[in-house]
């Protein structure tokens, strides 16, 4: 009697931790969890044989009281807020366990979809948008599937969404290279001559950077009651440009965030954090002064 207890409750437990699964689009619809997504900026780890670091930035606060398994999955597509930037896709599943009432920050491998259009930063925000169909999310599955996050790989990509030649398909992995071509060749119904052709040759790019402004600082504040809170960027405009804390309900006790700026991010004039209590400002930094 006691063995079949022990099964029951084992059964009960495994079907508890079941049912804390979601896809993050269903745990957002449930408003389990909110997040705050935005380009990655310059991953400082040396990524070798023209690796892509990962290309976004995503704050997930857990807003229940249990611990919650999360999947976004490969071909999501990622809005943005203007328009003016790329769409990106997601390449790489992203599997997540996060803690009851908690945050943290995930980094993640995505893909441009709009070869004119601008490329993701720190200071543009994105919502999850729809999976990708067809051609691009068979596409993302190989991306995911073989781990190709290479320029190669994104240069596949624009040749399903800019019709781009597939001949800038090009990496010194030769298999990758064939692999990604022959899908493309396959999708646009090319001769199979197209995937094997030596008519442009692969150079490794050439990697230039520039000078930046780093502003970076620390806003501190404590809590004897439970109080909403919001804490955010905002210009000399008092437009809000980056939220850090999103009218989240904070209980008693000491709370801190660091935030590190560059003039990547910012434009010309004033910049504030600010922090807001109940709707009501407390506590304002100056980050940059013009």
């Known amino acids: 009697m006691k063995q079949v207890i022990t099964m029951l409750s084992m059964a009960m437990m495994c079907q508890q931790v079941a049912a804390e699964n979601y896809t993050l689009a269903d745990a957002l619809r449930q408003k389990l969890v909110s997040i705050s997504m935005t380009g990655a900026g310059r991953d400082t780890t040396n990524y070798t044989n023209n690796a892509l670091a990962p290309s976004m930035s995503m704050l997930v606060t857990n807003l229940s009281n249990s611990d919650v398994s999360l999947n976004l999955e490969y071909g999501y597509k990622l809005e943005p807020s203007d328009t003016s930037y790329q769409t990106m896709m997601v390449t790489q599943t992203l599997i997540v366990r996060l803690p009851a009432k908690q945050k943290k920050t995930y980094r993640l491998y995505a ?6 259009d601008r490329g993701p930063s720190e200071s543009e925000h994105f919502s999850l948008g729809k999976r990708s169909t067809g051609n691009l999310l068979g596409m993302a599955e190989l991306i995911n599937r073989k781990r190709y996050q290479y ?14 030649d597939i001949q800038n398909i090009s990496s010194s992995d030769t298999t990758m290279m064939y692999e990604l071509r022959r899908f493309v060749a396959k999708a646009k119904g090319l001769p199979a001559s197209s995937i094997y052709s030596t008519t442009s040759s692969y150079t490794e ?9 780093v502003y970076s600082g620390e806003l501190s504040y404590s809590m004897s009651r439970p109080a909403k809170i919001l804490v955010a960027l905002f210009d ?17 006790g000491q709370y801190s965030y660091t935030y590190n700026l560059s003039s990547d991010d910012l434009g010309e004039g004033k910049y504030y954090i600010r922090m807001f209590r109940d709707g009501k400002m407390e506590d304002e930094i100056l ?4």
């Open 111 to 116: 893909m441009c979809t709009q070869a004119g």
């Open 151 to 164: 320029s190669a790989a994104q240069d596949a990509v624009w040749c399903l969404t800019d019709n781009r």
């Open 205 to 213: 790019p050439i990697q230039t950077y520039r000078t930046r402004t």
């Open 236 to 252: 000399g405009n008092n437009r809000m440009k980056r939220v850090y804390v999103n009218n989240e309900t904070q209980r008693e």
């Open 287 to 290: 980050v940059k002064a013009e």
